[in-house]
């Protein structure tokens, strides 16, 4: 599993050819990609609602990290 953070995200977001991301060289490596829902946070902070079915999709295939004691 790959934790991944705020920027590596924003990279996928802004690149026009998403398959030259980092995001996309991460996953040739690896299947099990995660976020703790503090990046999920930072990105929703930033994210205009047009934008909003990107990142929906996203986090639909992204394991989702809580924030707790554990």
């Given amino acids: 599993m790959i934790l991944l953070d705020s920027s590596v995200l924003i990279d996928l977001f802004r690149k026009k050819d998403k398959s030259k991301s980092y995001f996309f060289e991460l996953l040739s490596e690896e299947n099990d990609l995660a ?3 503090i990046t999920q946070y930072e990105i929703g902070i930033g994210n205009k ?4 079915e990107f990142w929906n999709d996203l986090y639909g295939k ?8 554990n």
């Fill in 62 to 69: 992204l394991i989702i990290l809580p924030f707790d004691q």
């Fill in 35 to 37: 976020i703790s829902t």
């Fill in 49 to 52: 609602s047009s934008s909003s």
